[in-house]
């Protein structure tokens, strides 16, 4: 029996004795994987070669058979979820939230957090949620595998520690346009934890690059990293930033597909850079042949050079597919009974060889008999065909076959059993060819025990298991049995790498998984290393150059790079050392400035929203280069 992948390239053959039924066969491929089936899809059996339908596991296996797998569509599973019912006191219902079923807690608890469903009473505070007839608080990692009511627990609430210091964020000229931030005294907080929620107001054409105490000379930065030691009043600073108009082209791939792409109108991009990687589905016997505008007079292409002006507004234009090269040299390939195989054709100007036709085709197996190679048929007998032949015409060839040696005496068979002494396999090689015990072993599964992981093949022996060398050859009949050790308990945590401009390690923090912590969150209280001549952008992923997205979770080990950009003249003039202040300057932080560079890139980010929506197309920012 053999089998061939979903390609009909060949797996392996099988042989077991005539007229044992077909599911023996199929139990040894399903055990070697040989029946999974690929992204989408799910196997439905094995069908041999030239029938129809699948076949049946009792089915007799007389002859010698080539059979192929057969998939279908695989069914979407059905989503189960869970609900969760919240209790406050006196049992009365906060409301209720449904997940697919398995989530963790973690998801239902933030979303009661949201809705305000823990508050607590006056003079108690918050502890966790129980679930009813249980015990203690639940973890965020519990998974939900069932409706649930949990009720709120709480606890008296700590006595205040004495004393506040408050910053007022001024958020214009207005008196009464602030916005106050506490924390206890005792706490020593840094102004940027007062300032983590502080808004401010957007300005056109300014950018928000953090706050100041007024001076008379100005506003003066406040460093982020400061502890607060008193009552603060801070106003928001901002600098002049180019224009932030952008231009945007419209791609009508299809009636109902349209992809836009924009760039800011000071980029004066050309057309090419817009339509970079964009194409459409040519209809059958098209090609593809670029974008157009539509007009009375019909298509007028767009030359890829000239730079975008406005708002375009495009369409695909497409050829007549070049035809096929005409003709083609077919061979037909046939057993030793004149039974046609498969005929294989390939286009004469490619001056195909004659192993490449031949690639994959299967010789039927003959009792006592060795394929050996194609040949032509003639009056004087076979004619051995030269793989290394260009094909020249339509080909008629068949296969050829000699006697087999006979087989040597004698064979050492390994059983395989599992750690319950239930046989797997056996699996059987000539003595005289020596063979190692990792072949043997080779395609052997071990069952899987939960909490263990596979440890390798042993003997039993009255001292214990004794472990098999793969690399021995075997010398006789075997028993071997598989064994396990304990499987490593998953981390816990997440480790992120934080490197320099230079790719040196300045920091190496880790964090629960637990947590759910942002990267915004993640990043807090990482110093980022001061580069001369140059202003830090944000903190990109090692592998791929990727800036990080502050608002993302994090949810895996990260090696993450300081990135920088060319400061402006005035920008430099900011970071110049002490001794070089003209008298009476006022010296300016070289340390990061709240928000120095998010307002600009959200302007974009929501300004672009804005349009994906008003326009309902799938909206692309690009880069500059």
């Known amino acids: ?93 906060l409301g209720s939230v449904a997940w697919a079923k398995g989530t963790e807690f973690s998801a239902y608890a933030d979303f009661a957090k949201k809705n305000g469903w823990d508050k607590a009473p006056e003079g108690k505070e918050f502890v966790g949620w129980q679930i009813s007839g249980g015990q203690g608080t639940l973890s965020d990692s519990e998974k939900v595998t069932a409706d649930w009511a949990v009720y709120a627990v709480y606890q008296d609430a700590k006595p205040a520690p004495q004393g506040v210091y408050t910053v007022t964020f001024h958020l214009s000229d207005a008196k009464d346009d602030v916005q106050q931030v506490s924390w206890y005294k005792a706490d020593k907080k840094t102004f940027k934890d007062f300032a983590a929620n502080a808004t401010h107001k957007d300005i056109e054409g300014k950018t928000f690059v953090g706050w100041g105490f007024a001076s008379e000379k100005g506003l003066v930065p406040v460093d982020v990293d400061d502890v607060v030691t008193g009552d603060w009043h801070v106003y928001p600073m901002y600098e002049d930033v180019a224009p932030q108009g952008v231009y945007t082209v419209y791609f009508h791939r299809s009636k109902d597909d349209v992809q ?85 054709g390939c286009y004469k100007k ?160 880790v964090v629960k998984k637990s947590d759910n912590l942002t990267w915004a969150q993640a990043l807090q209280s990482v110093t980022v290393p001061d580069v001369k001549g140059k202003v830090f952008v944000g903190w990109a992923f090692k592998s791929t150059g990727e800036l990080v997205d502050t608002n993302a979770l994090v949810d895996g080990d990260a090696e993450l790079v300081a990135t920088y950009k060319d400061a402006t003249p005035e920008q430099q003039e900011q970071t110049k050392p002490a001794g070089d202040q003209k008298a009476g300057e006022t010296k300016k932080t070289t340390k990061p400035v709240l928000g120095k560079t998010g307002a600009a890139v959200a302007g974009v980010g929501v300004f672009a929203l804005v349009l994906a929506i008003g326009a309902g197309v799938l909206f692309t920012i690009r880069k500059r280069a």
Do not use: R
């Open 350 to 509: 490619d001056k195909v060889k004659f192993s490449q036709y031949a690639l994959g085709i299967e010789a039927p197996q003959i009792e006592g008999k060795v394929f050996a190679g194609w040949a032509f048929a003639s009056a004087q007998g076979d004619v051995k065909v030269n793989p290394d032949d260009v094909v020249t015409g339509d080909w008629a060839v068949y296969a050829t076959y000699k006697d087999a040696e006979p087989a040597p005496a004698g064979m050492n068979v390994v059983s395989f059993y599992d750690a319950n002494n239930k046989l797997i396999q056996t699996v059987g090689y000539y003595k005289k060819d020596k063979v190692k015990f990792s072949q043997y072993a080779l395609g052997i599964e071990a069952p899987q025990i939960e909490g263990k992981v596979f440890a390798g093949w042993a003997f039993a022996s009255a001292q214990g298991d004794v472990k098999v060398n793969p690399d021995d050859v075997v010398t006789g009949d075997w028993a071997v049995y598989a064994t396990y050790k304990d499987a490593p308990v998953a981390s816990e945590e997440y480790s992120i790498k934080f490197y320099d401009a230079d790719g040196n390690l300045i920091l190496d923090k």
């Open 1 to 93: 029996m053999t089998f061939y992948d979903v390609n009909s390239k060949p797996i392996q053959g099988v042989g077991w004795q005539c007229g044992t039924n077909f599911g023996t066969y199929a139990d040894y491929a399903a055990s070697l994987g040989w029946n999974k089936a690929p992204e989408g899809k799910e196997f439905v059996g094995w069908q041999i070669s030239g029938g129809t339908g699948t076949l049946s596991d009792s089915e007799k296996v007389v002859g010698n058979w080539a059979v192929y797998p057969v998939y279908q569509d695989a069914k979407p599973a059905p989503q189960e979820n869970s609900t969760v019912t919240f209790y406050g006191t006196g049992n009365k219902v």
């Open 260 to 344: 836009g792409v924009s760039f800011l109108k000071a980029d004066k991009k050309t057309f090419a850079a817009f339509a970079a990687g964009i194409t459409a589905p040519a209809p059958e016997s098209k090609v593809f042949a670029g974008w157009a505008f539509a007009s009375a007079q019909g298509d007028v292409a767009v030359n890829p050079d000239d730079v975008v002006t406005g708002d375009w507004h495009v369409y695909p234009m497409f050829k007549d597919a070049e035809p096929d090269p005409a003709g083609k040299n077919v061979v037909s390939f046939y057993d030793a009974n004149n039974k046609l195989i498969q005929t294989v």
